[in-house]
């Protein structure tokens, strides 16, 4: 079983450059591509509330209107 730090360099690695889903703690979630770590390219990012916001984004802006 791999360690805490080797996970978190193995998620590093997915989402550093690629696509993929984020969900964080509090019930948002990105599902999309990343560039450099971060949202940038094509997503959706849906809050918990039921908000969404699809289309382009760059360094983790999205770069529209909601």
């Not at 509090?26 to 849906?46: E, I, M, S």
């Not at 918990?48 to 983790?60: H, L, Q, V, Y």
Request: proline share 3%.
């Amino acid at each position: 079983m791999p360690t805490e730090t080797a996970t978190r360099e193995i998620l590093r690695m997915v989402y550093e450059q690629g696509n993929g889903t984020y969900t964080e703690a509090n019930g948002n979630k990105y599902v999309g591509d990343f560039a450099h770590d971060r949202p940038g390219g094509q997503g959706t990012y849906t809050l918990a509330d039921g908000r969404i916001f699809a289309g382009t984004w760059k360094d983790s802006e999205f770069q529209g209107s909601q």
